[in-house]
Each structure stands twice: as structure tokens, then as C-alpha cells.
């Protein structure tokens, strides 16, 4: 593919190129020991930014095997888990078949287009959205603030490694796609969102690898 044909790509063309990497084959080295290292991440991470705030339904974006959403699901009413990856869209009606606080969407990777205009009250993504190209995580912006509600949040966990640009986040530290603190920053408030907190934060032996963020509809 040329360089020309890469700049063509829209969001759901690189989504659906990407976002199939995250299927059964990466299941023993990423998604296993994510589940048991996420009790220590909601602790240190996650929590601090979420205590607080009401939420009875929930996007959990790139739910992958739902580590998240069964957190998420102690507080929410509904959870829905939202993936592109078919092998993971299986897996998570598996996990959660017969539990009504669950709702499994396939989506395109890129955008929300299941959901109604401000239905949402939180926005979630954690352990996802670090892997993903710019263009998809701009488009995420502009369809989160679309589908929250006024007064509603966005807790977003993306890259702050500026290496590498152009190239594929599997060549990358702990596979971080192409972002920074400021430039995520930009897209947020460009698509509508105030930020509430946010902070650069240490991930694995990488120090300042990954931000969180916490933005607000308002």
C-alpha cells in the first residue's frame, strides 16, 4: 500500500485493519494478565478519578474479554461492552449470558452509531485506547460527547509516546500508539469536553508512557 493509500484510510479502515489484532491470538500474552494485574490498576489508577460520580449506564469501549466491565458493573445499572473484534464479541456473550446488566455491541471500531443521542451517562476506556491511531481516538471523542448525557463523563486512558510517528504501535513500548498529554488534551476540548483531571502516568518500566484523563460533558 502506498503512502498516498494509508492518508485515504478513514477511521473504520484502519479500525478494521487494527482492531483485529486483539482477538484469540493475543489471548495468553495481553489479556490473561491484564485481568489479574486490573484489582491493583483500579486501586491505583482508575478509582481515584471515578469515586464520586454516579453512573448508571456505561460504554466500556474496547471491552475486549470484559475485565473492566465487571468492575464497572459493581456501581452501573448497565454496562454495555462495546468491541470489534468478532472473537471477542463471543467471548464477552459467554461471560456474561444471562446477566441483564450487560449489553455485548459489535461495533466498527470507530464509531457509536448503537447509541442515542445523550444516553450515556459515563464514557469508559482503560488498557484500550493506548493502542489506538489518532484518527480513531478523534473520532471517539467527537461520538462520546454525542452520546453522553449534559453533565455526563468520559474516563480515557490513552498513550504519551510521541516515538515513532507513522509507524505500528506493535513496534512500539508496550504496544502505545502515537499520542501525547497535549495533543489528547486538544482533541478533547475540540470535541466539546471540558477536562476535569488528568495525568501522565508510569506504566510497566516506562516512566510517563500513559495518561488518564477525566472529561466532562457539560
Known amino acids: 500500500m502506498s503512502d498516498i493509500d494509508k492518508g485515504a484510510q478513514s477511521p473504520a479502515d484502519i479500525a478494521a485493519a487494527e482492531g483485529y489484532f486483539w482477538g484469540d491470538q493475543v489471548s495468553e500474552v495481553y489479556f490473561k494478565p491484564a485481568e489479574q ?8 489508577i482508575i478509582t481515584p478519578l471515578l469515586q464520586g460520580l454516579e ?9 475486549g474479554h470484559g475485565r473492566n466491565a465487571r468492575r464497572l458493573a459493581e ?8 468491541d470489534i473484534n468478532p472473537e471477542n464479541i463471543k467471548f ?4 456474561f449470558a444471562d446477566d441483564q446488566r450487560f449489553v455485548v455491541v459489535h461495533n466498527d471500531g470507530s464509531t457509536l452509531s448503537f447509541f442515542e443521542k445523550s444516553s450515556v451517562d459515563l464514557l469508559y476506556c482503560f488498557d484500550a485506547l493506548v493502542h489506538f491511531d489518532l484518527e480513531i481516538i478523534q473520532s471517539y471523542l467527537k461520538e ?11 474516563f480515557i486512558h490513552c498513550s504519551n509516546y510521541t516515538g515513532n510517528p507513522g509507524g505500528h504501535f506493535s513496534n512500539n513500548p ?18 466539546g469536553f471540558a477536562v476535569r483531571h488528568a495525568r501522565k502516568i508510569d506504566w510497566g ?14
Not at 37 to 44: E, G, S, V, Y
Not at 205 to 218: A, I, M, Y
Open 144 to 154: 462520546g460527547y454525542r452520546v453522553l448525557r449534559t453533565g455526563g463523563h468520559a
Open 55 to 63: 453512573y448508571n449506564t456505561v460504554i466500556d469501549l474496547a471491552s
Open 75 to 82: 456501581k452501573a445499572r448497565l454496562v454495555y461492552c462495546v
Open 92 to 95: 464477552l456473550r459467554q461471560r
Open 205 to 218: 518500566d516506562v516512566r510517563e508512557l500513559d495518561c488518564v484523563f477525566l472529561l466532562n460533558k457539560g
Open 37 to 44: 494485574a486490573l484489582d491493583i490498576q483500579w486501586a491505583n
Open 174 to 191: 508496550h504496544w502505545r500508539n502515537f499520542m501525547s498529554f497535549e495533543l489528547f488534551s486538544h482533541l478533547a476540548i475540540k470535541a
